[in-house]
């Protein structure tokens, strides 16, 4: 296996796992990533244990279950703030409220 990124310096790292009996998982990029996958995989087989229906996911299926796991990793949604704007004035509310930045009031000011 060919080796690049931040692997090359682990020589003693284990680059290959069995994740189940037809199915394995090689690595050759980035050790966090690898390290993220096989934490998640493990989570979920762990889980799929426990509930002792004799169900394990196919290559196929953990290829997709990876695939989505990636990508919402990599791609997080923002969460956006609303302004609810009354007679009163405009009031910022929303899940996470980092900085509220007063400057659009003067936009919204006179708004009907």
């Not at 799929?48 to 990636?70: E, K, N, Q, Y």
């Not at 929303?94 to 919204?108: C, D, K, M, R, S």
Request: glycine content about 6%; overall charge negative.
């Amino acid at each position: 296996m060919v080796s690049y990124g931040s692997l090359v310096r682990y020589l003693d790292f284990e680059r290959v796992s069995v994740i189940a009996d037809s199915t394995m998982m090689a690595c050759s990029s980035d050790i966090a990533d690898y390290q993220l996958l096989k934490r998640r995989i493990e989570e979920q087989t762990h889980t799929d244990g426990l509930l002792s229906d004799g169900f394990t996911l196919s290559p196929r299926a953990l290829h997709s279950w990876i695939t989505r796991v990636l990508y919402n990793h990599r791609c997080p949604f923002k969460i956006y703030q609303l302004a609810i704007v009354t007679p009163k004035g405009a009031e910022i509310r929303g899940p996470l409220q980092f900085e509220i930045n007063w400057e659009i009031a003067e936009y919204v000011a006179g708004y009907e």
